[in-house]
C-alpha cells in the first residue's frame, strides 16, 4: 500500500457526460500528479500540482481539468467524455517538486460506453 | 523533438541471466531520470533518480546508471519476481515557459523465466 488513495475504483459512463476522479495523497506530501494510461498511449502525464498551483503540465487536453484544494486531496475532472478516454487514471503523490520519490495510487479505471 | 524511447520493447530471460534496459532522451534542461517498475494492472512503483551523467544507484539486483544520452538499468542474476513492466521517465525544464516537463517512456517489459 502506497498511502496513496484514489477513488472510484472503477467508473462506467457514456459519451459526452462528465467525471471527477479523487485523490487523497500520502501524509506529508505536497504534490500531486496526474497520469492516463491506456494500452496503446503507454504512460501520459497530464499534470501536476504543488501545494495548490499548477506546476508542471502535459498533454492534458481541454477537456479535462484539475485542482488540489487547501487539504492536499486533488480532483481530476473529464467532462465531454469520448471513447478514447477510456483508461487507467493513476494518481501519485511526492514530497517536493520533483518525481523522485513519487508513489502512485492504485488507479481508477474509466470506461466510455 | 523531446522523446524518450527504451529497449528492447519486450526481454525473456532465464533465472539468473543478466541484462541491461535501455533508456534514451532527447532533452534539453534535464532535472531527473527517474525508473519505475509496474506489475499489471498497478501502479509504477519508483525505483530510483539519477540526476547527472556519471551517476549510478543500485538496489538489490538492480542498478541504474545514466550517460548523457541514456540511461542503463542493469539486471543481476534476475529472479522470477523481477518480471514486470520497466519505465523510464524524464523531468526538464521548459524554456518557453515555467512548467517542467515529464515524459515517460514505453516500457520494458521483463520476463523471467524459472
Known amino acids: 500500500d502506497s498511502g496513496v488513495t484514489q477513488t472510484p475504483k472503477h467508473l462506467i459512463t457514456a459519451t459526452g457526460q462528465r467525471v471527477t476522479l479523487r485523490c487523497s495523497p500520502r501524509?506529508?506530501?505536497?504534490?500531486v500528479y496526474w497520469y492516463q494510461q491506456s494500452l496503446d498511449q503507454g504512460l501520459q502525464f497530464l499534470i501536476q500540482?504543488?501545494?495548490?498551483?499548477?506546476?508542471a503540465k502535459g498533454n492534458i487536453l481541454e477537456r479535462f481539468s484539475a485542482q488540489q484544494f487547501p487539504d492536499l486531496h486533488s480532483e481530476l475532472n473529464l467532462s465531454s467524455l469520448e471513447l478514447g478516454d477510456s483508461a487507467l487514471y493513476f494518481c501519485?503523490?511526492?514530497?517536493?517538486?520533483?518525481?523522485?520519490?513519487?508513489?502512485f495510487g492504485p488507479g481508477t479505471r474509466l470506461t466510455v460506453l | 523533438e523531446d522523446q524518450v524511447t527504451q529497449s528492447p520493447e519486450a526481454l525473456r530471460l532465464q533465472e539468473g541471466e543478466s541484462s541491461s534496459l535501455n533508456c534514451s532522451y532527447t532533452v534539453s534542461g534535464l532535472r531527473g531520470l527517474f525508473w519505475y517498475r509496474q506489475d499489471p494492472g498497478k501502479g509504477p512503483e519508483f525505483l530510483f533518480t539519477?540526476?547527472?551523467a556519471g551517476e549510478e544507484k543500485e538496489k538489490e539486483r538492480l542498478k541504474a546508471t545514466l550517460t548523457k544520452k541514456e540511461s542503463f538499468l542493469h539486471i543481476t542474476a534476475p529472479k522470477p519476481e523481477d518480471s514486470a513492466t520497466y519505465l523510464c521517465a524524464v523531468q526538464a525544464s521548459e524554456m518557453k515557459t515555467s512548467y517542467d516537463k515529464v515524459i515517460f517512456g514505453p516500457g520494458t517489459s521483463l520476463s523471467v523465466i524459472p
Open positions: 501519485a503523490s511526492s514530497v517536493g517538486l520533483a518525481l523522485d520519490e513519487q508513489f
Open positions: 500540482y504543488y501545494n495548490g498551483e499548477e506546476r
Open positions: 501524509s506529508g506530501d505536497l504534490s
Open positions: 539519477l540526476y547527472s
